[in-house]
């Protein structure tokens, strides 16, 4: 019992660092999906680079053992030190953290538990220098265990958004995260639907929005420069003349905010 009550003492004072170290964040946005390659790595990217046009933003990705955010974004340094605190890459004027930004190798693999990785998640949070932000996306692991659970838990985001694409399988997976989400109140802001069109169709997360009595943000249709921006580590919101239905989904998330 005294031993129990020892690790939660020291539980709850790591948490009390977490928030005093995000302090300086004003806005916190999860980027959630139930199934894998459904594209939430791809919207958390332009995400941040949308806003960072105007905004501090940070990015965090809290996908430990499989980190793909360096590679979407041609980031290939390696976080530094600085007063016992991790600094971020800045590309595109986000602040960039990623697991893989402490790797030797992009391809090393990570074999761990859940209690590791939420861990690491913890120390993320706690030792990385953020500073002032109007905004932190956090791209989210697919899944609805350990590493959503922490985050949510511990950060608390401002809201959730819910990436999929239109097949049933990954609806039903979405609809799983738009449930967790509520379970452990954290406010949902709305679904994405991508990667719509010929191949998989288009519907299926605007008819879970609407079962769910949510928001539905939009849909992106399979493009291959969509496909080809994250080959080319170049966000395509850069581009926004060419991505109007982002654009569309940016504007219903601003909406949804303000």
Same mark, same amino acid.
């Given at each position: ?9 020291? !539980?709850? #004072? &790591? ?26 790595? $791809? ?20 996908? +430990? ?5 360096? &590679? ?17 890459? &800045?590309?595109?004027? =986000? ?14 693999? =990570? ?14 949070? #706690? ?9 932190? +996306? ?57 990667? $719509?069109?010929?191949? !998989? ?14 928001? !539905? ?10 496909? &080809? ?12 003349? #060419?991505?109007?239905? !982002? ?5 219903? +998330? ?5």
């Amino acid at each position: 019992m005294i031993g129990m009550q020892k690790q939660n003492r020291a !539980f709850e #004072e &790591r948490v009390g660092k977490i928030g005093k170290n995000v302090y300086g964040i004003k806005h916190k946005i999860g980027v959630m999906s139930g199934k894998g390659g459904v594209g939430k790595t $791809t919207v958390a990217v332009n995400l941040a680079a949308h806003l960072a046009k105007k905004s501090k933003v940070g990015l965090l990705d809290a996908d +430990i053992d499989c980190p793909n955010i360096n &590679r979407f974004m041609g980031i290939s340094e390696k976080l530094s030190l600085s007063e016992d605190k991790m600094i971020p890459v &800045r590309k595109f004027d =986000i602040e960039v953290v990623s697991f893989a930004s402490l790797q030797e190798r992009e391809d090393q693999p =990570i074999i761990w538990r859940g209690p590791m990785l939420s861990n690491a998640i913890m120390q993320l949070l #706690e030792h990385v220098k953020w500073g002032d932000l109007d905004y932190l +996306i956090i791209d989210l692991p697919p899944g609805t265990s350990d590493a959503p659970l922490t985050v949510m838990q511990i950060l608390k985001p401002d809201g959730m958004l819910i990436v999929t694409t239109p097949q049933r399988v990954a609806v039903t997976d979405a609809k799983k995260s738009v449930n967790m989400a509520k379970k452990l109140d954290v406010p949902i802001m709305g679904i994405i639907e991508n990667m $719509t069109g010929k191949v !998989f169709g288009s519907g299926g997360g605007e008819n879970a929005a609407k079962e769910l009595g949510i928001s !539905f943000l939009g849909r992106l249709s399979l493009k291959t420069s969509i496909a &080809r921006s994250a080959e080319d580590g170049k966000p395509f919101a850069l581009k926004p003349l #060419e991505h109007k239905e !982002f654009n569309l989904i940016m504007d219903n +998330i601003k909406a949804g905010l303000e």
